[in-house]
């Protein structure tokens, strides 16, 4: 008896691209799938962002952006993980105070996708530093920074770049997540932040006085409510209460006031952003 057996040949490089696409959208992805198509998801395996500061805010896109299926995330944080950070950041938990926030995060996102590229920098983003992260060439970058000049930095180098950037504005003070909004940097309102940010732009970055900025910002209309004083400190509410100590770069006692904050509005903002950074990627004028 003779069998006749075609032979199997090797799948091209394109070929294997698309099976290994097949498998991550029917199976890990399957529901975001659903959600956006096949095409947009073949976007957003072959796409770049860049998280920048890993706290309450960023820790939270981070995962979004993730589990939303962007291949290559660059999740960025010079901080070590603090007892302080455990009501609002993902990566915070028992035994990881003093670990490395972005070494942390890191691990943690390799999980939910071990077939993403996961790019860990435990530096601080300044305008020494930044031409080492525009090397990268992200397609978005997500803001999350609490340093107010390396925030405008950033602003004015992603604009003048022309990279797609979303930035968080002040989330502390606020306990209602409903109110979390989206516009232009140039129209948001209360927040104190924003307006100081918006300042600083228009001395050192030459952003206009009206008209939009053309960068997506999350920011809440909801005043923000002074921190109240606790008596379990002994009134030292202002001062570094991190096992490990201050790090030398953004120190508590630099701050003029730490507002409280709720990891429901924090991530909310977070949340927020992602959506604005994976919407970006996969609009129709996106390649």
């Given at each position: 008896?003779?069998?006749?057996?075609?032979?199997?040949?090797?799948?091209?490089?394109?070929?294997?691209?698309?099976?290994?696409?097949?498998?991550?959208?029917?199976?890990?992805?399957?529901?975001?799938?659903?959600?956006?198509?096949?095409?947009?998801?073949?976007?957003?395996?072959?796409?770049?962002?860049?998280?920048?500061?890993?706290?309450?805010?960023?820790?939270?896109?981070?995962?979004?952006?993730?589990?939303?299926?962007?291949?290559?995330?660059?999740?960025?944080?010079?901080?070590?993980?603090?007892?302080?950070?455990?009501?609002?950041?993902?990566?915070?938990?028992?035994?990881?105070?003093?670990?490395?926030?972005?070494?942390?995060?890191?691990?943690?996102?390799?999980?939910?996708?071990?077939?993403?590229?996961i790019t860990v920098l435990s530096k601080?983003?300044?305008?020494?530093?930044?031409?080492?992260?525009?090397?990268?060439?992200?397609?978005?970058?997500?803001?999350?920074?609490?340093?107010?000049?390396?925030?405008?930095?950033?602003?004015?180098?992603?604009?003048?770049?022309?990279?797609p950037i979303v930035t968080s504005t002040g989330s502390g003070g606020r306990l209602d997540p409903t109110q979390v909004r989206v516009s232009d940097l140039n129209e948001t309102q209360t927040d104190p932040l924003a307006k100081d940010i918006r300042r600083i732009l228009r001395e050192k970055y030459d952003f206009p006085m009206t008209g939009p900025y053309g960068i997506p910002a999350i920011w809440s209309p909801e005043f923000p409510t002074e921190p109240k004083a606790l008596t379990y400190d002994k009134g030292k509410g202002f001062r570094c209460v991190c096992p490990q100590g201050d790090n030398g770069l953004f120190t508590c006692d630099d701050r003029n006031m730490i507002f409280g904050n709720a990891g429901f509005v924090t991530g909310a903002f977070g949340l927020a952003a992602a959506s604005v950074a994976v919407r970006g990627l996969i609009a129709p004028s996106a390649s």
């Open positions: 008896m003779e069998l006749n057996v075609e032979a199997k040949t090797e799948p091209t490089e394109q070929e294997a691209d698309v099976a290994d696409a097949t498998y991550r959208l029917h199976r890990r992805f399957d529901r975001m799938g659903r959600l956006v198509g096949d095409d947009a998801m073949t976007k957003l395996f072959k796409s770049h962002v860049m998280i920048i500061g890993l706290g309450g805010v960023g820790s939270w896109a981070a995962e979004a952006v993730v589990r939303s299926g962007v291949g290559h995330v660059t999740i960025v944080d010079f901080d070590e993980i603090c007892v302080t950070n455990f009501n609002r950041q993902l990566h915070a938990l028992q035994g990881s105070v003093g670990e490395k926030k972005a070494v942390a995060l890191g691990e943690r996102l390799k999980k939910i996708n071990p077939q993403a590229t601080f983003y300044s305008d020494k530093t930044s031409d080492e992260f525009f090397a990268l060439k992200p397609d978005s970058i997500i803001d999350a920074i609490d340093h107010i000049t390396a925030k405008c930095h950033l602003l004015g180098r992603a604009r003048r770049e022309g990279v």
